[in-house]
């Protein structure tokens, strides 16, 4: 046995340009299966955030039929004790009341149909990132005018607006059941760099919202940050189900977010198609340096045979070079993988605030190294290079030597 580890082993060196390309073929594999893990990882974390912490949180309360109507008379009735509860979760690290209406926004140059929500600007601090989006101007304060409003970039562009400027907002009352409406001053703008947001989106105070709609002191929606957003993930949280009751509902973004839950989940079907063409390509390189390798050596192999060597031992003297030889490649990939991530981790990728399936990607996409980057895809890599040595192993293992000592080198 030890005779064929020294066999395999100088036989890596006998042609070291092969050697090394057929190593590098298995270490950039690896190193390219490390990093697609690490950014499909730092994806999905940054695509959750830029769903969640922008604006609409890791989870929501509504009245129960809301989601599914829309209707501005679903409202949750009695909010501070709702609030009240809230502040004994320990899940829950900030909460923001909302109210939610759909209306017209009208200018001197144009007008255009807008969602109007009402917040409580220093708790919607705790919850989204409204306050950091600003872009000019000033953000909501309770203490300051009522007729505050802060509006997109993007909106103002197109209503041709300006700071300071009189907006009028006409809504629906609930109360008696006509179009009400008041004029606002835009106090401040943003940019999410998320269409709906930044283009059909206003936000003003709570309380006058609540008086043109006619609701009293009720909210349509409670939008929660839980203490880490994996949380919100999970169904089954406990936390769910003591926030809800026969007249409201709390939900998890992953209810709320189909769209982007699925989407997600395609990420591991998407790394399994990765790593079966990485693979690929792997095990078609391997195969033929290792056959190089073999046609060089047929009249030794073939004078092994002919002295007596079994066939099963020529077999596993293949099988030993590749081995070594992926074990070494696997730790180059492993350093080249692991250094790469930790760069593009630092350095972030600027995907220049893209919007991918309603989600604008608002922050840098950072590779994140997990422990089965190091701990599963190795192994796997390993038995996968050892299974497409096996067809040369056997090739030559089947060589007739009374062939291949006729062959001249």
């Keep these: 046995m030890q005779l064929t580890w020294q066999l395999a082993a100088r036989n890596l060196t006998r042609n070291r340009r092969r050697t090394l390309l057929t190593g590098l073929i298995i ?15 730092g ?14 949180g890791d989870a929501q309360i509504h009245q129960v039929d809301y989601l599914a109507e829309r209707d501005e008379e679903l409202v949750i009735e009695a909010p501070q004790a709702r609030l009240a509860q809230l502040d004994n979760e320990p899940e829950v690290v900030g909460y923001s009341p909302r109210v939610m209406a759909f209306g017209m926004i009208s200018s001197a140059a144009d007008n255009r149909a807008t969602q109007v929500i009402g917040i409580d600007p220093a708790q919607e601090r705790t919850v ?25 970039r993007r909106l103002a562009e197109l209503l041709a607006v300006e700071l300071g400027d009189r907006i009028v907002i006409s809504v629906h009352n609930q109360e008696w059941g006509g179009a009400e409406q008041a004029l606002f001053r835009v106090s401040g703008l943003y940019d999410f760099n998320a269409r709906v947001l930044d283009e059909e989106t206003v936000f003003v105070l709570q309380a006058p919202l609540q008086t043109l709609l006619g609701v009293g002191d009720t909210v349509h929606e409670i939008a929660l940050a839980l203490r880490t957003p994996a949380l919100a993930s999970d169904p089954d949280l406990p936390l769910w189900q003591r926030l809800s009751d026969e007249q409201v509902k709390a939900q998890g973004w992953t209810t709320l977010m189909p769209q982007l839950a699925a989407m997600l989940d395609m990420t591991s079907a998407s790394m399994a198609l990765i790593g079966t063409m990485l693979f690929i390509l792997a095990a078609l ?15 030794e192999i073939g004078v092994l045979l002919a002295i007596g060597t079994r066939r099963l031992a020529v077999f596993r003297m293949i099988l030993a070079e590749t081995l070594l030889l992926a074990l070494g490649a696997i730790a180059v990939g492993l350093a080249l993988g692991g250094l790469a991530t930790l760069t593009l981790g630092a350095v972030g990728i600027d995907y220049g605030s893209m919007e991918l399936g309603g989600v604008a990607m608002a922050e840098q996409i950072r590779p994140r190294a997990n422990w089965t980057q190091y701990s599963v895809y190795p192994p796997i890599v390993l038995a996968l290079t050892l299974l497409a040595a096996m067809y040369p192993a056997a090739h030559a293992a089947r060589i007739v030597p009374t062939r291949a000592l006729h062959k001249s080198l």
């Design 27 to 41: 270490s950039l594999s690896t190193a390219a299966l490390i990093l697609t893990d690490a950014f499909i990882l």
């Design 43 to 56: 994806f999905s974390d940054t695509a959750v955030r830029s769903a969640t912490r922008m604006f609409p």
């Design 128 to 152: 989204s990132r409204l306050a950091d989006a600003m872009a000019a101007g000033d953000y909501l304060t309770s203490d300051g005018a009522e007729t505050q409003l802060l509006m997109g």
């Design 285 to 299: 390189g391997v195969t033929n340096g290792i056959f190089m390798s073999i046609y060089e050596r047929t009249w």
